[in-house]
């Protein structure tokens, strides 16, 4: 049964919501993280999963009292400006042993009733390699593979080692450089989720990362170097 969650209808005691979503398995990118413990992980997870039930256009599978299948959608405000056009991105989580039919069901039930309010036609969804079930389903349902994402952490961040000599001068970043930045990035060529989505304005696919290495720059005007 697809349940629907209304905004600020939707609440469980702490420890009845801890039930009611304990059949889902959530890849958290920090699964293998060297600092943090299993407890760290298990409450960042729960803590989606929480928040993600409070958002209006969540829906779940439902099976004697337990979530079997959570699909939200949300609105992307940056892509959709962008891009000048409604775009959203889905979250998916499902237990181990979803129905591939009924999870691709949830799916479609929650874009339809999405589109219908918004007229959205573009979704993006990020999916750990290991799903295989959700990556499955999401193939058959007609999405595309756009880009891989490796996330990189370490335990030894403060003992970086002191390098003595470099062999390029390095110095404060100054409004001067902005061109050679922009000419950089122009140069560099590297495919991305936005240039490889033929749905997508290729020009402006291909600004996306012009405008954020741009922003990033501007973010942080005193830790800037060149």
Same mark, same amino acid.
């Given at each position: 049964?697809?349940? &629907?969650?209304?905004?600020?209808?939707?609440?469980? &005691?702490?420890?009845?919501?801890?039930?009611?979503?304990?059949?889902? +398995?959530?890849?958290?990118?920090? *699964?293998?993280?060297?600092?943090?413990?299993?407890?760290?992980?298990?409450?960042?997870?729960?803590?989606?999963?929480?928040?993600?039930?409070?958002?209006?256009? +969540?829906?779940?599978?439902?099976?004697?009292?337990?979530?079997?299948?959570?699909?939200?959608?949300?609105?992307?405000? !940056?892509?959709?400006?962008?891009?000048?056009?409604?775009?959203?991105?889905?979250?998916?989580?499902?237990?181990?042993?979803?129905?591939?039919?009924?999870?691709?069901?949830?799916?479609?039930?929650?874009?339809?009733?999405?589109?219908?309010?918004?007229?959205?036609?573009?979704?993006?969804?990020?999916?750990?390699?290991?799903?295989?079930?959700?990556?499955?389903?999401?193939?058959?349902? /007609?999405?595309?593979?756009?880009?891989?994402?490796? +996330?990189?952490?370490?335990?030894?961040?403060?003992?970086?080692?002191?390098?003595?000599?470099?062999?390029?001068?390095?110095?404060?970043?100054?409004?001067?450089?902005?061109?050679?930045?922009?000419?950089?990035?122009?140069?560099?060529?590297?495919? +991305?989720?936005?240039?490889?989505? *033929?749905?997508?304005?290729?020009?402006?696919?291909? /600004?996306?990362?012009?405008? !954020?290495?741009?922003?990033?720059?501007?973010?942080?005007?005193?830790?800037?170097?060149?």
């Amino acid at each position: 049964m697809i349940v &629907e969650h209304e905004k600020d209808t939707f609440f469980f &005691e702490k420890e009845n919501l801890h039930n009611y979503l304990s059949s889902l +398995t959530v890849y958290s990118k920090y *699964r293998n993280h060297p600092t943090l413990s299993s407890e760290d992980i298990r409450l960042h997870s729960f803590s989606l999963l929480s928040s993600l039930l409070r958002n209006k256009y +969540t829906f779940t599978i439902d099976y004697k009292g337990q979530c079997q299948a959570l699909v939200s959608i949300q609105h992307v405000k !940056w892509d959709s400006s962008h891009f000048n056009m409604p775009m959203a991105r889905i979250f998916i989580f499902s237990c181990e042993n979803i129905n591939p039919n009924a999870l691709g069901d949830c799916i479609m039930y929650a874009v339809k009733k999405y589109s219908e309010l918004h007229g959205c036609k573009h979704y993006s969804v990020d999916v750990d390699i290991d799903n295989y079930c959700v990556l499955n389903v999401l193939i058959g349902l /007609g999405f595309e593979i756009m880009d891989f994402k490796k +996330t990189f952490s370490s335990s030894f961040i403060e003992k970086i080692p002191s390098y003595e000599r470099f062999l390029n001068r390095v110095r404060q970043y100054n409004s001067n450089d902005e061109s050679r930045v922009l000419e950089l990035i122009d140069n560099a060529g590297f495919e +991305t989720r936005y240039t490889r989505d *033929r749905y997508l304005n290729s020009r402006l696919s291909s /600004g996306v990362y012009t405008e !954020w290495m741009l922003s990033l720059i501007n973010m942080f005007p005193d830790h800037r170097n060149a």
